[in-house]
């Protein structure tokens, strides 16, 4: 039995160690602040609020799974807001009924719980009125954008018949730039002729790249279309010669993703060897109503453009092979061996985003240091170690995976002995992360990776999340 001294000793050294973690996490150094309160936490169990504070850090790096446990065990309050972050509206509200009755005069408990059960009641109304699915209709069959006139004092760019060209899309962006809208008759025009292109691919892609030609591959964008543009600076504008994959997460949290998915799909119109585009986990309506890109497209298009996006973005592929060798997914592998890209391709994905199940898996699973499979921090899909990356390689005749979903600090990470890479694209991601951001470029024959970073650039004082749900907000 350790002696009292002792105990004394680790108790000190864990609220040493739970000051370098505050400190850490104040600098934006979330990963850091983990650790240390893991340290803490080591040291002494029995204080809650290592635990609470480290739920907080794994909110921060969106691994809600993580954040719910440790929050179970620290209290209802850090559980409610990663279980709001998650869009788990009706177990947020348990949780915050609970700090109510144990704090019935706290302001900030009470402002909570109000929010929550608006967001409750919200989604038990929109639940109520929704049209069963067999009497619905598309969105798409009640939009003729050829009838809508355009003012004669617009003078933003516009689109010459049916044909997007590369001329409008330079002037559109430049538009974007100067924080100017594009009319409503075009953003139509795009997603309409993007939605009949998009319906048309299966669920898993093959790209070719000719011998002495190369391929770019960039990962999370999330809204950051001044850095897009920064991508296009340093590596020059999607084109036949110059293709791109985008993998999937181009909306939510950065408050430009309507400039940010107007520009790809523009570039998807204009040539569909240019740009090819992978279904991230945020392209979901339960992400968008959370993180930002549902109000703004309220606030800068129209209404209907939301349910337009939505189902536009159940159209995406969901994964991509390169030269038959190099498999391209937002998120990752699979609870269970032995599935082949037939499979993939085979998967039904014109819906939202089940919680479990290949389709998820593919866009929301993580790799792990560790061997095998475990819990999925985020608490959806799952994390995988090397030798299930080598397995699903070797049974798909395979050299190599990327994927993206995960800020890291250089902008990729190289796993699993070289067999997997995580590619993200928003620098500074929200502003605080302080990350680079990257690239991949490939050149056939041979394919290896060559990696390109970046930093970020400035941009208009718009700061992110400005468009996200109340109730997400009081907890950023």
Sequence with gaps: MPSMAAENSDVSKAEQIKLQANEAFKAHKYSQAIDLYTQAIELNSENAVYLANRALAHTKLEEYGSAIHDASKAGYYRRGAAYLAMGKFKEALKDFQQVKRICPNDPDASKKLKECEKAVMKLKFEEAI????????????????????????????????????LEFIKKMMHEFKNQKSLHKRYAFQIVMQTREILMALPSLVDVKVPDGKHFTVCGDIHGQFFDLLNIFELNGLPSDENPYLFNGDFVDRGSFSVEVILTLFAFKCMSQSAIYLSRGNHESKSMNKIYGFEGEVKSKLTDKFVELFAQVFCYLPL???????????????????????????????????PEEGL???LLWSD????????????????????DVTKRFLKDNNLDLIVRSHEVKDDGYEIEHDGKLITVFSAPNYCDQMGNKGAFIRFEAPVMEPKIVTFSAVTHPDVKPMAYASNFLRMFS
């Excluded at 790799?367 to 090397?386: E, I, T, Y």
Aim: glycine share 12%; proline share 6%.
């Design 130 to 165: 929704a049209t069963p699915s067999s009497e619905q209709h598309s969105v798409a069959e009640s939009i003729d954008f050829r009838t809508i006139d355009v003012e004669p004092q617009y003078g933003g760019a516009r689109i010459e018949g049916d044909v997007v060209t």
């Design 319 to 353: 994964a991509h092979v390169i030269n038959n060798k190099i498999f391209v997914v937002h998120g990752g592998l699979f609870s269970t061996d032995g599935v082949k890209l037939s499979q993939i391709k085979a998967i039904n994905r014109f819906c939202e985003p």
């Design 367 to 386: 790799p792990q240091s560790d061997p095998g499979r475990g819990p999925s921090k985020r608490g959806v899909g799952l994390s995988f170690g090397g």
């Design 359 to 361: 389709m998820c898996e």
